[in-house]
Antibody, heavy 118, light 107 residues
């Protein structure tokens, strides 16, 4: 059973870069069975898919965020990471990491709240 | 980008009642439509995959149907523990998108 756990700062200043890491356990991040995604949810609002990375390093980002997003993977550390640059208050959200096999999100982290504020 | 529109946005239901939530896609997505529910302060949980396929461990009162642009999630005989927000999600084309959510409240 794949388990995911997000980690990173809960507070980021405007214009700075948000950085989060997702640690994977119970499954191989480099097996090729899954794509590894980041999804966010502003307080009281719906879900927005940010992008994914495959074990090979190939990525796809949501065009709405593409200019500011970088997702990377470290198979040795069994982690994948999110960097979102030039953040504003609109980037305040709970950030989830998730695995997707066959397109659907079958395993999710518990989520971590990131607040953008000075 | 494929837009998913759910209806209703909110539903207040008594226990044992039947609940129907619809999800309409802005273009055909075949059967690449999945349903989740999310309880407060929890991550979403997969309920139905590929429009109508059941998920191991999910109660049989949850079922899905549809193809193309119109999809339905049905909860037969609602239980108190089903109070949650329900989301549809399409994986047919990138970027993947979610519906806006349907909040189900127990009367």
């Amino acid at each position: 059973q794949v388990q995911l756990q997000e980690s990173g700062p809960g507070l980021v200043k405007p214009s700075q870069t948000l950085s989060l890491t997702c640690t994977v356990s119970g499954g191989s991040i480099s097996s090729g069975d899954y794509y590894w995604s980041w999804i966010r949810q502003p307080p009281g609002k719906g879900l927005e898919w940010i992008g994914y990375i495959y074990y090979s390093g190939s990525t796809f980002y949501n065009p709405s965020l593409k200019s500011r997003v970088t997702i990377s993977i470290d198979t040795a550390k069994i982690q994948f990471s999110l960097r979102l640059s030039s953040v504003t208050a609109a980037d305040t959200a709970v950030y989830f990491c998730a695995s997707s096999g066959s397109g659907l999100f079958d395993h999710w982290g518990q989520g971590t709240l990131v607040t953008v504020s000075s | 980008e494929i837009v998913l529109t759910q209806s209703p946005d909110f539903q207040s239901v008594t226990p044992k009642e039947k609940v129907t939530i619809t999800c309409r896609a802005s273009q055909s997505i075949g059967s690449s439509l999945h349903w989740y529910h999310q309880k407060p302060d929890q991550s979403p949980k997969l309920l139905i995959k590929f429009a109508s396929q059941s998920i191991s461990g999910v109660p049989s009162r949850f079922s899905g149907s549809g193809y193309g642009t119109d999809f339905t999630l049905t909860i037969n005989s609602l239980e108190a523990e089903d109070a949650a927000t329900y989301y549809c999600h399409q994986s047919s084309s990138l970027p993947q998108t979610f519906g806006q959510g349907t909040k189900v409240e127990i009367k």
